[in-house]
Nanobody
Framework: EVQLQASGGGLVQIGESLRLSCTASGFTFDNYIIGWFRQAPGKEREGVSCISPGDGSSYTQDSVKGRFSISSDNAKNMVYLQMNSLKSEDTAVYYC??????????????????WGQGTLVTVSS
């Protein structure tokens, strides 16, 4: 059974940091791109960052570049999203998802095959 488990969300203040974790199971980790998406209240889901555990390539959305970084631990089938200098506009439910690696670092949400349940990040002043 394919599972993606996102964790690490919480309530933080502006400027603080959080690290989200995504644990994957039930599929060959190296054959997929693992991505982080977020959905703020009243807004559409958007891509944040993704990584190919197979070759280490990654993509990060411009709005978070320099503050967020993505990494993977292939031995543990885990992907992390380190979020620094958090802003109020980063408040959202964060989801991890998996995409077949043959599709590349694709930002089309409809192509992503597997989704986790989401973890809430709230950034307050």
């Amino acid at each position: 059974e394919v599972q993606l488990q996102a964790s690490g969300g919480g309530l933080v203040q502006i400027g603080e940091s959080l690290r989200l974790s995504c644990t994957a199971s039930g599929f060959t980790f190296d054959n997929y791109i693992i991505g982080w998406f977020r959905q703020a209240p009243g807004k559409e889901r958007e891509g944040v960052s993704c990584i190919s555990p197979g070759d280490g390539s990654s993509y990060t959305q411009d709005s978070v570049k320099g503050r967020f970084s993505i990494s993977s631990d292939n031995a543990k089938n885990m992907v992390y999203l380190q979020m620094n200098s958090l802003k109020s506009e980063d408040t959202a439910v964060y989801y991890c998802a998996a995409l077949p690696a043959v599709l590349g670092l694709n930002q089309r949400i409809d192509l992503w095959q597997y989704w986790g349940q989401g973890t809430l990040v709230t950034v307050s002043s």
